[in-house]
């Protein structure tokens, strides 16, 4: 089993930046993909951002890139999101995700086996 467990999550104001962080534990792999996730108020779970264990392949939403970047520690099987120029549709609960069975980070919540509890990220305009 794996367990994953964000931090960072908060209030700030539209404009300001957050930075979120990931740790992985338990049954991880040397080849992964991870990646972050989040679902607004009555909407659906939506991709966000991928990569790979490497660092060398990384995946945006349109919605994000440009503002947001994600990076992975894989020495401390961390994976953070730096999130700038947030906006107010940028609220909603973040999740990490992993994938130990692929190293391409897909973009589907269905190619990711496992979850974290998620961290609400709220922007005020």
């Known amino acids: 089993q794996v367990q994953l467990v964000e931090s960072g999550g908060g209030l700030v104001q539209a404009g300001g930046s957050l930075r979120l962080s990931c740790s992985a534990s338990?049954?991880?792999?040397?080849?992964?993909?991870m990646a972050w996730f989040r679902q607004g108020p009555g909407k659906e779970r939506e991709f966000v951002a991928g990569?790979?264990?490497?660092?060398?392949?990384?995946s945006y939403a349109d919605s994000v890139k440009g503002r947001f970047t994600i990076s992975v520690d894989n020495a401390k099987n961390t994976v953070s999101l730096q999130m700038s120029s947030l906006k107010p549709e940028d609220t909603a609960i973040y999740y990490c995700?992993?994938?130990?069975?692929?190293?391409?980070?897909?973009?589907?919540?269905?190619?990711?086996?496992?979850w974290g509890q998620g961290t609400q990220v709220t922007v005020s305009s």
């Open positions: 995700a992993g994938n130990f069975r692929d190293w391409r980070p897909g973009k589907t919540p269905q190619a990711y086996d496992y």
């Open positions: 338990g049954r991880t792999r040397s080849n992964y993909a």
């Open positions: 990569i790979s264990w490497t660092g060398g392949r990384e």
